[in-house]
């Protein structure tokens, strides 16, 4: 199926080369990895697959370029990241069609994924003014403390495929507004946007060098090698656990600054003094954004006993409407997920949990036709030792279970390895404190349905990862502190 003159344009306008020291150039020996349309499974072009040789030239560039870029003025990083803002917001339409092309969400999601994108460069424009030290007496008297923050230096940052722009920005705002240089490997379903986010910071005026980009279809062979290499200061990773423990592991040998953005598994409680309506949008919102594609997407559902059964009805009417097509026709809200063995794995779980006694209450069903498309999916009466409750879904599958009080819910919501976001609905603002305070999670959307802010400190707790991003606390991720003891 040929794509609309639209689309190609948008995609031809992309450099499909890799940008080391400033200089887009083919890979090493020439060779191109193919970026695939999910909702059609048809090519949508080909991109430079990046070598060990050149993920090496890429970490050369950046080392480079650390020392000079590292002592350019607040003021100027700081103007660089505005004007890249700004450019973003300018062309959100053009970056929406082409994130939708190669993820596959509803334009109007990549547009909102644009924005958000957007306002990381925006806030750490701010944040690279306030980069602050300090300076005290011993508490003796004899000497002083002087403390400043310094850029950590070369940074890797290996980024995942469900949000192609935003996990970009939310690395590279805080690296850039700190002084660090940047070699960046997107993942290789989700290679345009970061291409186009590229050649945004070269038009803002980021020099050559600061930041790099690497495609490649052997993320492994090609990183494993930076990693090892001792000027390599800092490893920023999103994705999955699995791949997060090997990164930390490898990261050892060197004992490198590592920042880890994981995997999820959120519980969504709904007590019976919840606002329902409210309940039922932020379920929506939480389950639904990104077609359930997001490291914060509710997992599962623990809802109240006397509210139960009309949730779970409410839900299954909504989710159920939702139109589902290719993300760039009108009035779709669901797209395709990602490639086929995410929607096996979606399938398989939906039938563990049919198999062991759920009730299906809407969808569970792949259509027929071309695309990886899994409809909307409410399952009822969950068993506990249904495999959904306890694996990342990543898909528009919502399985809903019960608690028998406070404590149990709270029990019921720890017990995971993981521990990124909950959710918490009630109007009871004793509770809702008690609850927020017994949750082994690093956010908690409190009567909210999403928490993502460029100016909070995103991030989970236990298996979820390690660090923040966003708010002042994802500048420190980039920055070392330096003490000195002052003899006056
Ligand atoms: P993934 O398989 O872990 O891949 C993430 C990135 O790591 C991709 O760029 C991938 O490259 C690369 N990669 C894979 N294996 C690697 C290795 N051995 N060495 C170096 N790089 C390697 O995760 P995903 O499927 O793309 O993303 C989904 C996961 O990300 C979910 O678990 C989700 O919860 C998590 N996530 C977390 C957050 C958060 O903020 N906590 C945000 C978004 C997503 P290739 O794909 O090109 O091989």
Redesign the pocket.
């Known amino acids: 199926m040929a794509i609309a003159t639209e689309e190609q344009m948008v995609v031809d306008k992309v450099a499909k080369k890799l940008y080391i020291g400033g200089e887009w150039r083919d890979a090493s020996g020439g060779a191109t990895l193919e970026v695939i349309d999910p909702a059609t499974e048809e090519p949508l072009c080909e991109i430079a697959d990046g070598t060990p040789e050149d993920a090496m030239a890429a970490l050369d560039a950046a080392v480079e370029t650390q020392r000079e870029w590292g002592a350019t003025p607040p003021n100027d990083r700081a103007g660089i990241l505005w004007k890249a803002f700004e450019a973003l917001m300018e062309r959100a339409d053009e970056l929406a069609l082409l994130m939708t092309l190669e993820m596959g969400k509803p334009v109007a999601e990549s547009k909102a994924e644009i924005v958000y994108a957007a306002d990381f460069f925006r806030w750490f424009s701010g944040e690279a003014l306030r980069i602050d030290g300090n300076y005290k007496q011993f508490a003796n008297g004899t000497s002083r403390v002087l403390v400043m923050k310094q850029p950590v230096g070369p940074s890797l940052m ?6 192609p722009m935003a ?1 970009g920005t939310r690395k590279v705002g805080p690296a850039i507004a700190a002084g660090c240089t940047i070699v960046m ?5 989700t290679p345009l946007s970061m291409l186009a986010l590229g050649q945004i910071l070269e038009d803002a005026g980021l020099p050559g060098g600061v930041f790099n980009i690497l495609t ?2 052997s ?2 062979k090609t ?2 090698p930076l990693i090892q290499d001792p000027r390599l200061r800092k490893l920023s ?8 423990r ?2 930390i592991e490898a990261s050892a040998q060197n004992v490198l600054r590592t920042s880890m ?4 598994n959120a519980p969504f409680l709904i007590f019976e003094d919840a606002d329902l309506d409210a309940a039922v949008e932020g379920a929506l919102l939480a389950k639904m954004r990104n077609i359930g ?4 997407a509710a997992n599962r559902f623990h809802v109240s006993e006397p509210v139960r059964e009309e949730f779970q009805r409410r839900l299954g009417e909504r989710m159920g409407a939702l139109k589902v097509g290719r993300g760039t026709e009108e009035d779709v809200k669901v797209g395709p997920l990602i490639d086929q063995p995410s929607r096996e794995k979606v399938a398989e779980l939906v039938q563990d949990a049919l198999d062991k006694g759920a009730a299906r209450v809407v969808g569970g069903e792949i259509p027929d036709g071309r695309g990886y498309f899994y409809p909307p999916t409410v399952l009822g009466g969950v068993p506990d030792d249904a495999r959904v409750l306890h694996e ?1 879904i ?1 898909g528009p599958v919502a399985p809903v279970t019960t608690f028998e009080s406070e404590e149990d819910a709270i029990a019921r919501a720890n017990d995971t390895e993981y521990g ?1 976001v909950a959710y918490v609905f009630t109007r009871d603002i004793k509770r809702a404190i008690r609850v927020c305070e017994g949750l082994e999670t690093g956010m908690v959307g409190l009567n909210q349905g999403m928490v993502s802010n460029a100016g909070a400190p ?3 707790v236990k298996q ?2 390690i660090g923040r ?1 966003g708010g002042k606390e994802g500048l420190e991720e980039f920055l070392e502190t330096k003490y000195v003891a002052v003899n006056l």
């Open positions: 290996i980024t995942p495929w469900n949000f996990m490997k997107p993942a290789q379903q490649t279809s993320s492994s990183t494993g990773f999103t994705g999955s656990t699995e791949v997060g090997k990164l953005e994981l995997g999820g594609e997001a490291c914060t990342e990543f990124l995103f991030g989970g979820s990862g991003e």
